[in-house]
Nanobody, 113 residues
Framework: QVQLVESGGGFVQPGGSLRLSCAASGSIFTPNVMGWYRQAPGKAREFVELITSGGTTTYTDSVKGRFTISIDNAKNTVYLRMNSLKPEDTAVYYC???????WGQGTQVTVSS
């Protein structure tokens, strides 16, 4: 049974940075695809960025040039580096193992002055 545990969320002022981590435990097979999604209050969950075990990335336009996803296959961990954060980035961020449709519990990111 694969489990995903996110960490690294918090409160940050506009323009600040955070790095989220998602550690996977259990049997992870390669190749796989892991992604980050987010859900703001009152809104549907939306795609942010994903990465394959081979390092190919895809992102949504609103985070282009600001967010960077990376993966450490040896540690079964995926990261999301978020720079130049904006208030509209405020949301609960979830990681997902797409190949198994498995979600983490989420971590709150709040961007406010």
């Amino acid at each position: 049974q694969v489990q995903l545990v996110e960490s690294g969320g918090g409160f940050v002022q506009p323009g600040g940075s955070l790095r989220l981590s998602c550690a996977a435990s259990g049997s992870i097979f390669t190749p796989n695809v892991m992604g980050w999604y987010r859900q703001a209050p009152g809104k549907a969950r939306e795609f942010v960025e994903l990465i394959t075990s081979g390092g190919t990335t895809t992102y949504t336009d609103s985070v282009k040039g600001r967010f960077t996803i990376s993966i450490d296959n040896a540690k079964n961990t995926v990261y999301l580096r978020m720079n130049s954060l904006k208030p509209e980035d405020t949301a609960v961020y979830y990681c997902k193992l797409l190949s198994g449709n498995i979600w983490g519990q989420g971590t709150q990111v709040t961007v406010s002055s």
